[in-house]
C-alpha cells in the first residue's frame, strides 16, 4: 500500500476485527439474539458495517477518479487521523447516532445469513475496498475530500480510520451488551 496512514488504519481495522470475532467465538448461541428491543443483534451489527464498507466501496470507486487528478496537485497539509464522531454526537445530543436506512440489516437476515458468512462478506468488501485504494499515494488520499458534513468533511485517510473507529465503537456496544447478558 502506498500511504504507510491507511496501511495503518487498516491493520487497526483487521485486529479490532480479529478480537471482536475471538470473543464471539464463544458466544454463537447469542450472536442473533437481540440484547434489548430496538437492539441489533451481534450478526446484524456485523451486517450493518459490512454495508457501510460496501457502501463506502462503491461511492469511492467512482468519487476516487474524480477527485484524483485535482488532489495530486494540491500541496496543502491534510489530517491523518479523525476524532470520534459517534462518541462526539452522543455527548451533544444524549443519544446515539441513528443509521441512515441504507445502513440498517433488512429484516430478513436471520433467515438469509449465518454470522460466518456475513463475516466472510465483510472480509471480501474490505479486500475490495483495499484493493481500489492501496495505489493512491498518500499526499494524494489526504487531499480527496468526502461530501460528509457530519464527519467535517474526512479525506481519504480519515475515512478509513473512521472505518475503524465506527467499527470499534460498535464492537464495545455488542460486547457490553453481550456480556451484560452473560
Given at each position: 500500500m ?10 487497526t481495522?483487521i485486529?479490532q476485527?480479529?478480537?471482536?470475532y ?11 439474539r437481540?440484547?434489548q428491543p ?5 450478526a446484524?451489527t456485523l451486517?450493518?458495517l ?9 461511492f469511492?470507486s ?5 477527485m484524483?487528478p ?7 497539509d ?7 464522531i459517534?462518541l462526539?454526537?452522543?455527548q451533544k ?11 440498517n ?15 466472510r462478506?465483510?472480509?471480501?468488501e474490505?479486500a475490495?475496498?483495499?484493493?481500489n ?11 480527496i475530500?468526502y461530501p460528509?458534513p457530519i464527519?467535517?468533511y474526512?479525506n481519504?485517510?480519515?475515512?478509513i ?9 460498535h ?5 457490553n451488551?453481550t456480556?451484560e447478558?452473560?
Amino acid at each position: 500500500m502506498k500511504s504507510e496512514q491507511m496501511k495503518l488504519h487498516f491493520d487497526t481495522l483487521i485486529e479490532q476485527r480479529l478480537k471482536f470475532y475471538h470473543t464471539m467465538k464463544d458466544k454463537q448461541e447469542q450472536v442473533w439474539r437481540n440484547p434489548q428491543p430496538n437492539k441489533w443483534s451481534a450478526a446484524e451489527t456485523l451486517y450493518h458495517l459490512l454495508l457501510m464498507v460496501r457502501l463506502f466501496r462503491k461511492f469511492s470507486s467512482f468519487y476516487i477518479p474524480l477527485m484524483l487528478p485535482i488532489a495530486k496537485r494540491k500541496k496543502k497539509d491534510y489530517q491523518l487521523e479523525i476524532h470520534d464522531i459517534y462518541l462526539e454526537y452522543n455527548q451533544k445530543k444524549k443519544k446515539p447516532m441513528r443509521a441512515p436506512f441504507v445502513l440498517n440489516p433488512p429484516n430478513s437476515l436471520v433467515k438469509e445469513k449465518s454470522f460466518d458468512e456475513i463475516r466472510r462478506l465483510l472480509e471480501e468488501e474490505t479486500a475490495l475496498l483495499l484493493n481500489n485504494i492501496k495505489d493512491i499515494p498518500e499526499d494524494a488520499a489526504g487531499h480527496i475530500r468526502y461530501p460528509d458534513p457530519i464527519a467535517y468533511y474526512p479525506n481519504l485517510i480519515q475515512c478509513i480510520h473512521l472505518l475503524a473507529i465506527h467499527e470499534q465503537h460498535h464492537f464495545n456496544i455488542v460486547n457490553n451488551y453481550t456480556f451484560e447478558q452473560s
